[in-house]
């Protein structure tokens, strides 16, 4: 699903590398933590991913194509079938969590007679079909947070990005949001989460990748967190 083929990425303004010569596949399916101290390179891995950035060695892959041959059109419509979480929610404080999660419809162009199946199916995968009509003020930050899950999955993408998404959380809604994610995976999406929670990682056993300094340091199948 992804593949890093000896990927670095430095920033021309500040000289920063972020990312160097990391090599890397993620299948499809697979469930993968990323960790590392802040400045790792964590959200430079996602930006490539996204191709909001472009490498400045080395090949990224997306379902076996290379970002950088896309351009216009193909690069919106690759973003498109990717699901990505932030650690700020980023709900639309004026739509009900329904219309948040129809609201990615619209952007990815699914059908209107479609719209209130998805919507309704995404919302009881994430245990929230009966709020469907509440405001984000209406709803504690765990239950925004798994809008937010809902609206990411809503269109089905196969691979979804989660970005720090319990970085807001206390302990026992963030092992919802965690409890949530494996869900979406165990549907076949294949979900990256980028997170500096030990105690989910310790928890939650999957694989788990290690940045330190933009480098890859560590591949560990059996999880666990180890900086």
């Known amino acids: 699903m992804i593949q890093f083929h000896h ?7 500040t000289r920063t590398l972020a990312l160097d010569d990391v090599n890397l596949h993620i299948k499809k ?4 933590y990323l960790v590392g101290h802040s400045g790792a390179g964590k959200s430079s891995f996602m930006s490539l991913v996204l191709k909001r950035s472009l490498p400045s060695k ?4 997306v379902a076996g194509e290379p970002l950088r041959r896309f351009r216009g059109g193909r690069t919106a419509m690759h973003r498109r079938r990717i699901g ?6 980023q709900l639309l404080p004026h739509l009900s969590s329904a219309d948040n999660v129809a609201f990615a419809l619209r952007v990815t162009g699914v059908p209107r007679r479609e719209w209130d199946e998805r919507v309704s199916g995404a919302l009881k995968l994430v245990g ?12 504690s930050q765990g239950e925004q947070q798994r ?14 990005l989660a970005d720090e998404p319990t970085g ?3 302990p026992e809604n963030s092992r919802d949001i965690l409890k949530v994610l494996q869900n979406v995976n165990l549907r076949g999406t294949t979900v990256v989460v980028a997170t500096h929670a030990r105690d989910l990682v310790e928890t ?21 967190y180890a900086l």
């Open 128 to 139: 929230l079909d009966h709020k469907k009509h509440a405001l984000p003020v209406q709803l």
């Open 58 to 61: 080395g090949e990224v892959y």
């Open 204 to 224: 939650f056993r999957h694989r788990t990748l290690t940045l330190r300094r933009g480098r890859l340091v560590r591949d560990d199948p059996y999880g666990g």
């Open 84 to 89: 990505m979480i932030f650690q700020d929610n």
């Open 147 to 160: 809008v937010a899950i809902a609206r990411a999955i809503v269109s089905e993408p196969p691979l979804l």
């Open 29 to 32: 399916g697979e469930f993968v």
């Open 168 to 170: 807001n959380l206390d």
């Open 7 to 13: 990927v670095s990425l430095e920033y021309p303004v």
